[in-house]
């Protein structure tokens, strides 16, 4: 079985410049989250999403966006990009609406220079 | 009281040793324990978890121990082995809001 997966891997965008990031769940698991992990650092939560709806949202900046679709994938939109916004994205995916046995993906290697 | 505190920063081990990792919460919500291993460039794996209603849970040469009253909980790796050189995390979830508190993360590094 597939795992969660995350497309690109890898990026290199410019300071101003807007992104997206994208997440395919593991089949069956209708819940998606998304993590910012800087280097050297845990994770930090952006967003849940949980049957198409926003069931939570980390403290980040508006910038920040995202949204799930019929078919439970997800999209991650970070606007205006700045140096600081260089990490790695994580996707999570869960069968439980709660969250409880979350399974990432690889991640997205986000570097805005 | 969001933090979930995580000691040591870094470890290292003997091959056959044990590796303990330990984590402490302030936030009485959570309710909801894993762990996760990370290697470089690549995303968590969950290893292990555990609800506050269990003082402990194995599996294979993983066990968690959780004491509800101190708020802690650790990781033990038996018969730690090289290929188990990694980033171990703790994390805490309140299934009220959906979302993980992270640890600060342990290098752990054993030695062949």
């Known amino acids: 079985d597939a795992g969660v997966t995350q497309s690109p891997t890898h990026l290199i965008k410019t300071r101003g410049q807007q992104v997206t990031l994208r997440c395919s769940p593991i089949?069956?698991?209708?819940?998606v989250s998304w993590y910012q992990q800087v280097l050297g650092q845990g994770p930090q939560f952006i967003f849940q999403?949980?049957?198409?709806?926003?069931?939570g949202r980390g403290n980040f900046p508006d910038r920040f966006s995202a949204r799930q679709f019929p078919n439970y994938s997800s999209e991650l939109n970070v606007n205006a990009l700045l140096l600081g916004d260089s990490a790695l994205y994580l996707c999570?995916?869960?069968?439980?609406?709660?969250?409880?046995?979350?399974?990432f993906g690889q991640g997205t290697r986000l570097t805005v220079v | 009281q969001q933090q979930v505190k995580q000691s040591p920063q870094s470890l290292i081990v003997q091959k056959g040793g044990i590796s303990i990792i330990n984590c402490a919460y302030e936030?009485?919500?959570?309710?909801?324990f894993p762990w996760y291993q990370q290697f470089p460039g690549k995303g968590p794996a969950l290893l292990i978890a555990?609800?506050?209603?269990?003082s402990e849970k194995k599996e294979g040469r993983f066990t968690i121990s959780f004491n509800k009253s101190a708020k802690q909980f650790s990781l033990h790796i038996m018969d730690s082995q090289p290929g188990d050189s990694a980033t171990y995390f703790c994390a805490a979830l309140s299934q009220e809001t959906y979302k993980y508190i992270f640890g600060t993360g342990t290098r752990l590094k054993v030695l062949a």
């Open positions: 999403y949980y049957e198409k709806e926003e069931r």
């Open positions: 555990i609800r506050p209603d269990v």
């Open positions: 089949s069956g698991h209708k819940s």
């Open positions: 999570a995916s869960s069968w439980a609406g709660t969250g409880t046995e979350a399974f």
């Open positions: 936030n009485t919500a959570f309710d909801y």
